[in-house]
Nanobody, 120 residues
Framework: QVQLVESGGGSVQAGGSLRLSCVAS??????MAWFRQAPGKKRERVAR???????DYEDFVKGRFTISRDNVENTLYLEMNSLKPEDTAMYSC????????????????WGQGTQVTVSS
């Protein structure tokens, strides 16, 4: 049984930092991503990490967020710095089962999400 469990969300002031974690069980973390969804908005991808540890980011977080993983601990991370009020959203981790799946947005497994709220 595959499970993805996020934690680390919270409320911070603009300019602050948070580190999100996603513990995975029942699946290898070769093709992982973080997504977010704000109230009334579409879900959007934030960052991806591939099996070779390469990463990519959406422009709105580039230079501020860092995706990483610990394969020993089976944990995915999202380090978020210089947070802005527009970063307020529910953040979820997701897993694909192939390179093509990650590239094309074919995420198979999802966590329940962790709320991030940034105040001005």
């Amino acid at each position: 049984q595959v499970q993805l469990v996020e934690s680390g969300g919270g409320s911070v002031q603009a300019g602050g930092s948070l580190r999100l974690s996603c513990v995975a069980s029942g699946i290898s973390m070769n093709y992982m991503a973080w997504f977010r969804q704000a109230p009334g908005k579409k879900r959007e991808r934030v960052a991806r990490i591939y099996s070779d540890d390469s990463t990519d980011y959406e422009d709105f977080v580039k230079g501020r967020f860092t995706i990483s993983r610990d394969n020993v601990e089976n944990t995915l991370y999202l380090e978020m710095n210089s947070l802005k009020p527009e970063d307020t959203a529910m953040y979820s981790c997701a897993a694909a089962t192939s390179f093509r799946g990650l590239v094309d947005g074919g995420m198979i497994y999802w966590g329940q999400g962790t709320q991030v709220t940034v105040s001005s």
